[in-house]
T-cell receptor, first 114, second 114 residues
Framework: AQKITQTQPGMFVQEKEAVTLDCTYD???????LFWYKQPSSGEMIFLIY??????QNATEGRYSLNFQKARKSANLVISASQLGDSAMYFC???????????FGAGTRLTVKP | DTAVSQTPKYLVTQMGNDKSIKCEQN?????MYWYKQDSKKFLKIMFS???????INETVPNRFSPKSPDKAHLNLHINSLELGDSAVYFC?????????????FGPGTRLTVL
């Protein structure tokens, strides 16, 4: 069974600094996708970034980048130049692309300090 | 303009009642999902529908039943509501044709069972 682990229940970062949110996963599948979602206090789920298991380069989307280390089964999210609006819950998720089965980690609450 | 919509946004009801939550997507996606997010923010998949066929049913009590009248709708019916059903329920959709395979989430429905 797939398992997603986010070991940081809460993180603090100073505005304008970079922060790394950890995510490790456990799967025996060869074909899968890794996702990060942001959930602000308003409650909606916002897609941030995606990494395919066969992608050789780390994904980047604006200030978001995904540090993908396949051998270590980790997919950490790096947010550069943090902004106050980045304060939210962040969820790591993995999707088995063949079975279309998506599992989420427990989430990390990020607080950006002014 | 709304991609995935849910109604109602809030639902407060008594234990033992039967209720429904509606979900519609206008993205032309072929797969829709229902997730439950509990008070600790843990997000768990409940159902997945692809072309009107249920392809995932995660050990969910049979009091919960998804109903899909067409590809754009996946409604969630809940019978004999219990206190433990109180949560935020998210509908989502995806398509194998979307580049990142991400799931697009609705705004969520906060269900409170008294």
């Amino acid at each position: 069974a797939q398992k997603i682990t986010q070991t940081q229940p809460g993180m603090f970062v100073q505005e304008k600094e970079a922060v790394t949110l950890d995510c490790t996963y456990d799967t025996s599948d060869q074909s899968y996708g890794l996702f990060w979602y942001k959930q602000p206090s308003s409650g909606e789920m916002i897609f941030l970034i995606y990494q395919g298991s066969y992608d050789e380069q780390n994904a980047t989307e604006g200030r978001y980048s995904l540090n993908f280390q396949k051998a270590r089964k980790s997919a950490n999210l790096v947010i550069s130049a943090s902004q106050l609006g980045d304060s939210a819950m962040y969820f790591c998720a993995m999707r088995d692309l063949l079975r279309d089965d998506m599992r989420f980690g427990a989430g990390t609450r990020l607080t950006v300090k002014p | 303009d709304t991609a995935v919509s849910q109604t109602p946004k809030y639902l407060v009801t008594q234990m033992g009642n039967d209720k429904s939550i509606k979900c519609e997507q206008n993205l032309g996606h072929d797969t829709m999902y229902w997730y439950k997010q509990d008070s600790k923010k843990f997000l768990k998949i409940m159902f997945s529908y692809n072309n009107k066929e249920l392809i995932i049913n995660e050990t969910v009590p049979n009091r919960f039943s998804p109903k899909s009248p067409d590809k754009a709708h996946l409604n969630l019916h809940i019978n004999s509501l219990e206190l433990g059903d109180s949560a935020v329920y998210f509908c989502a959709s995806s398509s194998i044709d979307t580049g990142n395979n991400e799931q697009f989430f609705g705004p969520g429905t906060r269900l409170t069972v008294l």
